[in-house]
């Protein structure tokens, strides 16, 4: 079955510096996407950032890149010079062709940025 | 281009009483997903709609339902609330043509329901 883990519950990194959130995934199907989403105090689910499984190079979206990494089924999220707008639960996640409208969702790190 | 609106934001029900969320989705979407995220189970899919079918499930009672409008708006019910239905729950919509693995969902802010 597909299954998306985190294992970072929490997180603290200072203002400016790089941060990677850690995310693997579990899939027998062939085809599927992965995708970053951000979750400030609001409530709101931001997307960031999105991998194909057949993509060839690594995603990157202004100051996010996803570390891909097929054969180790890992795909971690780089944040590069970190500001304090980006405190906020960061959620992995993954559709398969076989069930492409069904995102399933890891449980989340909570990422804090200290000034 | 508007986003994805949700209506109520918040709402307070109690416990045996129905309730409807409504989604409006990204203009030119077809396809609405619904999800329940709650501390203990974290983001779970309820359903998908794509031109007013039901095209994806995921494992809720029979209490959730939804259903989608010729306009692509959307609408969730729930039936019998329980206390265990407090939750937020989201709204996504992405302009699904065919299943494919870069559907893009774009959520809305949610509705934040407690049953009391």
């Known amino acids: 079955a597909q299954k998306i883990t985190q294992t970072q519950p929490g997180m603290f990194v200072q203002e400016k510096e790089a941060v990677t959130l850690d995310c693997t995934y579990d899939t027998s199907d062939p085809s599927y996407g992965l995708f970053w989403y951000k979750q400030p105090s609001s409530g709101e689910m931001i997307f960031l950032i999105y991998q194909g499984s057949y993509d060839q190079q690594n995603a990157t979206e202004g100051r996010y890149s996803l570390n891909f990494q097929k054969a180790r089924k890992s795909a971690n999220l780089v944040i590069s010079a970190s500001q304090l707008g980006d405190s906020a639960m960061y959620f992995c996640a993954m559709t398969q062709v076989s069930s492409a409208s069904k995102i399933i969702f890891g449980s989340g790190t909570r990422l804090s940025i200290r000034p | 281009k508007a986003g994805v609106t949700q209506t109520p934001r918040y709402l307070i029900k109690t416990r045996g009483q129905q309730v409807t969320l409504s989604c409006s989705p990204i203009s030119g979407h077809r396809s609405v997903s619904w999800y329940q995220q709650t501390p203990g189970q974290g983001l779970q899919f309820l359903f998908e709609y794509f031109s007013e079918t039901q095209r994806n499930k995921g494992n809720f009672p029979g209490r959730f339902s939804g259903r989608q409008f010729s306009n692509s708006r959307s609408e969730m019910n729930v039936s019998t609330l329980e206390l265990g239905d407090s939750a937020l729950y989201l709204c996504?919509?992405?302009?699904?043509?065919?299943?494919?693995?870069?559907?893009?969902?774009?959520f809305g802010a949610g509705t934040r329901l407690s049953v009391l």
């Open positions: 996504a919509s992405s302009p699904t043509l065919l299943p494919g693995q870069g559907d893009i969902q774009y």
